[in-house]
């Protein structure tokens, strides 16, 4: 599992609200810090697959992605990802409430409401602008108070207007998602626990809140809502065997990641799957620095599931970081034999040719990888170090450019691009590369001045 910091946009509720505030000059950015693992994202995908297909989308493309944080939350800023907080995953009991969430979030990108929040947005910020315009004039003609008073009120009825769509979105997305569950054959009695479980989240009490300035509806009439689809419809669904298994391996490898050894080896006897007990008491002992009673579990792990590519990942993993390079390199083979197309089991591949000074075939599987992924920070970073290892330092530079974009350093980036632009022959595709970065990067400078 690695951590890595990447960019994103902020929440277009809140890049409203600062507007408001600043009159559209904030920042409209932030940093998220993802889990990477390719166990994680493969079991996500098993209880995302039938939800997608359901909404009509490629499971292929629509990847699932795990924020480092422990707060309840998931959200979509692309057609391409859903990110799912691993709080939230490991707040819920139960694989048909986590995908519910994953219905919702599915719901937000099938029924296009990424490209209509965007045009929301833009038409909440005219009236925004257009308000203060008018206050400018009032304020020339002397009328101080009401100009204040128009500004204020424009801004506002611009922001209500907008959330007022953004509720409408989720109300929708409830709905397409019990659809999507239903046709999935999952119980939609998840989607009533899922909000159940936001419930009191609120800062406020129910009396006091503003429906009408919130992005969401108040939890109670969603509640209402998810009860009166349970009612119409039952809950028939059959027992899934499938989706629980990969529920509780998720769940348990972010747990032993996140919490202490002690913990982990105090409860591991709990799970009723006794090859994710083994992983969870490999990683807590891997954590303990204790390497034989590490591999001891993970190779018993192994032998519940010979073929499984995830388990031998973590193995290679496991070795990586206890500097047994070539055992982690011949791990990692067997790792890319079972899955070749992984391209995080690439990365790791690819990282341990690295380390045992196999550069050229280190820089083969990175680039499989990077063709398949470009999300990966710590591949692109391995990347980078393989192209320099090489000679071609032109390349070395395109690949570091494109990293600090995704980590939200646009002046670095801007850096090696100009590097990249000046060291590459002149249209090859390294040198598209780094102009894009360079276009990019350069925009994103002049904003921030």
């Known amino acids: 599992m690695a951590f890595e910091r990447v960019f994103r946009l902020a929440s277009i509720p809140a890049l409203v609200l600062l507007s408001a505030i600043y009159l559209f000059a904030a920042s409209s950015a932030s940093a998220i810090t993802l889990l990477r693992d390719p166990d994680i994202e493969n079991g996500l995908e098993e209880l995302a697959f039938p939800i997608l297909r359901a909404a009509g989308l490629n499971p292929r493309r629509v990847k699932l992605l795990v924020v480092d944080d422990s707060s309840l939350n998931a959200f979509v800023i692309d057609h391409n990802a859903i990110f799912i907080h691993s709080g939230l995953i490991e707040k819920v009991q139960r694989a048909d409430v986590l995908q519910a969430v994953i219905a919702h979030e599915a719901a937000h990108i099938a029924n296009g409401h990424i490209a209509r929040r ?181 190779d018993a792990a192994i032998a519940e599931r010979p073929d499984d590519a995830y388990y031998v990942e973590l193995k290679g993993q496991i070795l990586m970081e206890h500097r047994q390079t070539q055992a982690a390199v011949a791990t990692y083979k067997q790792a890319v034999d079972l899955a070749p197309n992984n391209a995080l089991i690439l990365a790791g591949y690819g990282r341990a040719l690295l380390s045992a000074g196999q550069d050229k075939a280190a820089l083969d599987a990175l680039e499989r990888a990077r063709a398949r992924e470009y999300r990966d920070i710590r591949m692109l970073r391995d990347l980078a170090v393989a192209y320099s290892k090489l000679g071609n330092d032109g390349m070395a530079s395109v690949v570091t450019a494109e990293r600090y974009a995704l980590q939200g350093r646009p002046e670095d980036a801007l850096i090696h691009a100009k590097r990249a632009v000046g060291a590459l022959p002149t249209g090859s595709p390294g040198w598209q590369r780094a102009q894009d970065v360079l276009l990019a990067s350069e925009r994103s400078v002049k904003r921030k001045r």
């Open 118 to 298: 965007i045009g929301n947005l833009e038409n909440a910020q005219t009236l925004s602008k257009l308000g203060f315009a008018l206050s400018l004039l009032a304020a020339a003609a002397g009328g101080g108070d009401a100009a204040a008073g128009i500004a204020a009120g424009t801004q506002t009825s611009a922001l209500r207007g907008f959330l007022k769509h953004t509720r409408a979105e989720e109300s929708a997305a409830d709905n397409s998602a019990a659809s999507y569950l239903r046709w999935s054959d999952i119980p939609l009695q998840g989607l009533v626990d899922l909000h159940r479980t936001f419930a009191g989240q609120e800062l406020l009490s129910v009396e006091r809140q503003d429906p009408y300035m919130q992005s969401h509806p108040l939890t109670r009439d969603r509640i209402r809502n998810a009860e009166a689809f349970l009612e119409s419809y039952g809950s028939t669904a059959p027992d899934n065997p499938n989706a629980e298994y990969w529920f509780a391996r998720v769940r348990g490898k972010i747990s032993a990641f996140s919490r202490s050894s002690k913990w982990t080896l105090g409860r591991a006897a709990e799970e009723p799957h006794r090859d994710i007990r083994l992983m969870r008491e490999a990683i807590a002992w891997h954590r303990d620095r204790n390497l034989s009673r590490a591999r001891s579990a993970i």
